[in-house]
C-alpha cells in the first residue's frame, strides 16, 4: 500500500510539472505576434464571442506555428548563439533538429516513469518486502533521470573524438586545397565531399560552415560558430589559427601546414601515451584474474601432494 502511494505521489507530481511545462511555453507569443498587436492598436471591435473566438483561432494558429519558431532557434543554435545545458550538449551531439529538445526532455521525463513501472511489476511478482520494492522503485527512477543525459554526453564525447582524429587529415587536405589556387570556402567544400564517408561529423561541420559563407555570413563569425558548435579544442585552435591569418595577411598555406603537423604530432603523442598506459592497465586483470588461475594450475597438484605427505591422518 505504501508502495502504490508513494508512486502515484511520483507520477502525480511528474505529469503536473509536465503539464506546467507545456502551459506556460504554449503561452509564449511570438515577436511576429507581438508586432502585430502593437501596430493593430490593441483591441478589436466587436468583443464578444468574436474576440474570444478570434483569442481562441489565434492559439490554434499559434500553436501550429510552433514549428517556425522551433526553425529559429535551429538558425540561431547552428549560427553560434551562446548556448547552455542540454541544448549546448544536444548541439554538439549533433542533433540539431526542430524538435531535437523537445524530444530530450520527453524521454528524461519518460523514461524514469517506465523503469518506475518495471520496478513495480518486477517487485509484485516477486513477492518483495514493501521497503525493498521501495528501494527498487527509487533506484529505477533515479537510473531513468540519469541515463539520458549520461548517453547524451557519451555521443559528445564519441562525436569529438572522431572529429579530432580526422581533423589532422583534413587540415592535409586543405593545404593541398589552398596551395593548388582554391579559396577557403572552395576548399571547405572539398573537405565536406572527400570526408562525407570516412568522418560524416567533419564533413557535416565544414559543410554548415561553408553554407553560412555563401549565405553571407561573415568568415570570423562563422569559424566562431564552429567551434562553440563543436566544443573540440584542435577546432578551437585551428580558428584561431585562421583568424589571426586574415588579420595578420600572413600566408594561409604555410599556417595550415605547420598547424597540421603540430596536430599530428599531438595525435601521435596522445597514441604513445594510450599505449604507455596499457601496461598499467593490465596489471590489474593479471593479479585478479590471471594468476590465481594459473598459481591452481600449476601449484594445485603439488599442494596436494604435499598435504597428503606431511598429514597422512588428514588427508584419509
Not at 78 to 90: D, N
Not at 176 to 191: M, P, R, S, T, Y
Not at 195 to 210: A, C, G, T
Not at 283 to 299: D, G, H, K, Q, Y
Amino acid at each position: 500500500m505504501v508502495i502504490l502511494i508513494s508512486f502515484s505521489i511520483f507520477l502525480a507530481t511528474a505529469f503536473v510539472t509536465l503539464g506546467l511545462y507545456w502551459w506556460l511555453d504554449s503561452r509564449r507569443e511570438s515577436l511576429p505576434q507581438r508586432f502585430r498587436d502593437v501596430v493593430g492598436g490593441g483591441e478589436r471591435p466587436g468583443g464578444g464571442f468574436i474576440e474570444s473566438a478570434e483569442g481562441w483561432l489565434g492559439r490554434i494558429r499559434d500553436r501550429f506555428t510552433r514549428k517556425a519558431q522551433a526553425e529559429t532557434e535551429l538558425v540561431e543554435m547552428l549560427s553560434g548563439k551562446e548556448l547552455e545545458g542540454a541544448r549546448l550538449l544536444l548541439n554538439q551531439a549533433g542533433y540539431r533538429s526542430a524538435g531535437a529538445y523537445q524530444t530530450y526532455l520527453l524521454i528524461r521525463w519518460a523514461l524514469p516513469v517506465i523503469l518506475a513501472l518495471l520496478g513495480l511489476v518486477y517487485a509484485k511478482a516477486a513477492g518483495l518486502e514493501s521497503r525493498l520494492a521501495f528501494m527498487i522503485l527509487l533506484a529505477a527512477g533515479v537510473v531513468g533521470f540519469l541515463l539520458p543525459d549520461f548517453a547524451l554526453r557519451r555521443k559528445v564525447r564519441k562525436r569529438q573524438e572522431e572529429i579530432t582524429d580526422a581533423l589532422p587529415d583534413g587540415l592535409d587536405l586543405l593545404v593541398v586545397c589552398v596551395e593548388a589556387g582554391l579559396g577557403l570556402n572552395a576548399a571547405f567544400v572539398k573537405i565536406t565531399e572527400e570526408f562525407r564517408l570516412s568522418s560524416p561529423s567533419l564533413s557535416e561541420e565544414f559543410d554548415i560552415v561553408n553554407r553560412e559563407m555563401v549565405a553571407g555570413k561573415p568568415r570570423q563569425e562563422a569559424l566562431r560558430a564552429l567551434a562553440e558548435r563543436t566544443g573540440v579544442e584542435d577546432i578551437k585552435s585551428l580558428v584561431a589559427m585562421l583568424i589571426q591569418t586574415e588579420k595578420l595577411g600572413t600566408s594561409l598555406a604555410q599556417s595550415l601546414r605547420v598547424h597540421s603537423d603540430s596536430l599530428r604530432m599531438r595525435r601521435r603523442q596522445k597514441a604513445e601515451e594510450a599505449a604507455a598506459k596499457t601496461t598499467i592497465k593490465l596489471v590489474f586483470p593479471l593479479v585478479f584474474l590471471l594468476f590465481p588461475a594459473l598459481f591452481i594450475v600449476i601449484l594445485g597438484p603439488g599442494v596436494i601432494k604435499i598435504f597428503t605427505i606431511l598429514f597422512p591422518v588428514a588427508s584419509k
